[in-house]
């Protein structure tokens, strides 16, 4: 299976065009999606090309890319600082409690900027990769395209502690959710409960379960809200203190797929992680009547998912003279030049 972008695109298109018109009038205007016409008009080929490839021996990988995305823009912004490993400038994000042991796909990242960089040498961001990679994921795995603006830079630094404390928890209120969100500029309630959505495909680990199983919020009982059937499917997924690193389905019912399910999973009291559950379950919330709607409309959620994602890619993004287009996206150009001298025999430092 080859992956087509114009294909994709006119299928899906006609499917939400009036959102769709709409949000790319209203996308950051430094940003376009035909940013890389001119110059390296295949990019959307050549990861969707990966991504497929990926897919037949990983079918996580798609909900792990978009997670990224999203790890990425919450942090300072979308500006692929999530990708850079550990330097004498900075530590990575990748050691930051959100992100070790959990994230994943940077290698696959790593084959789509090779494969760019053969074809359209120092043109792609990497923050752009990671952008049109989630939106392919999504679209491959059943759910909405949408016109990805494009433009952006990467950045020259890493942000390990805003990653500790920007990133919204799995253990989060509903309260602490809204503030997390509007704190990066996501103020809208729909996209606080369409992004959330994106955890209709993907695995979560036990050690972020259990605490609703056996002992929530310190009441040595599980979470009231759980619904009871489920709560013993995951007690027998995840023993109390058994293997915290097992993984469990956040869509118990199309786990690889992306739909609608995960908000009938809530309106069922079956969200898998308590920051999810909190959208239906927080008495009298405001939250409430998106979920019952995105449950009983798949149209709908895809609409605002589309424009929520849009939304969190215009956030903060590097433009113009900005940064940098890196030529490794886990290392500042600097650093690669540092070491071009060094093997040539030419002192530099960074």
């Known amino acids: 299976m080859r992956f087509s972008h114009s294909f994709s695109c006119s299928a899906m298109g006609a499917l939400i065009l009036g959102c769709l018109l709409l949000q790319a009038s209203n996308s ?6 035909d940013f890389y016409f001119r110059t390296c008009r295949q990019v959307f080929d050549i990861i969707g090309n990966v991504i497929v490839d990926e897919l037949s021996s990983d079918p996580r990988i798609a ?31 990748k050691d930051a409690a959100p992100n070790a042991n959990s994230a994943r796909g940077f290698d696959v990242i790593d084959r789509m900027k090779d494969e760019i960089e053969l074809a359209c040498p120092r043109t792609v961001s990497c923050a752009d990769i990671l952008t049109i990679a989630s939106q392919i994921s999504v679209l491959l795995s059943g759910g909405p395209w949408w016109p990805v603006p494009l433009g952006r830079r990467d950045s020259l630094q890493a942000f390990f ?3 500790n404390t920007a990133l919204p928890s799995p253990f989060f209120t509903l ?16 996209d606080l409960v369409a992004l959330s959505g994106g955890h209709t ?34 007690r027998r997924l995840c023993p109390q203190n058994g293997n915290g690193t097992v993984l469990v389905n956040f869509d118990p ?32 919330a405001d939250t409430i ?16 998912f589309a424009e929520a994602m849009i939304r ?21 150009n600097s650093r690669i030049r540092s070491v071009e001298n060094e093997d040539h025999g030419v002192v530099s430092s960074i």
Request: with cysteine; hydrophobic share 30%.
């Open 312 to 332: 969190m890619g215009n956030l903060k993004p590097l433009t113009g003279t900005q940064g940098e287009i890196r030529q490794n996206c886990r290392v500042v």
């Open 28 to 33: 950051n205007a430094q940003l376009r999606p």
């Open 289 to 304: 009547p998106l979920v019952e709607q995105y449950s009983n409309n798949r149209f709908v959620f895809f609409q605002a």
């Open 161 to 163: 502690d805003l990653a």
């Open 253 to 284: 019912v199309t786990p690889d797929g992306f739909d609608q399910q995960y908000y009938t999973n809530l309106r069922q009291g079956k969200g898998l992680i308590q920051s999810d559950q909190e959208l239906f379950s927080t008495p009298r």
């Open 175 to 190: 309260d602490q959710l809204k503030k997390s969100f509007a704190d990066v500029g996501l103020n809208r309630l729909s």
């Open 201 to 234: 495909f993907g695995r979560a680990q036990c050690q972020f379960v259990t605490p609703r199983l056996y002992n929530f919020n310190g009441t040595n009982r599980p979470d009231p809200s759980l619904n009871p059937t489920y709560r013993d499917q995951l």
């Open 63 to 93: 909900a792990s890319l978009l997670r990224l995305h999203f790890h990425d823009c919450f942090v300072n912004g979308c500006d692929a600082s999530i990708l850079l490993d550990n330097s004498t400038s900075f530590r990575t994000e």
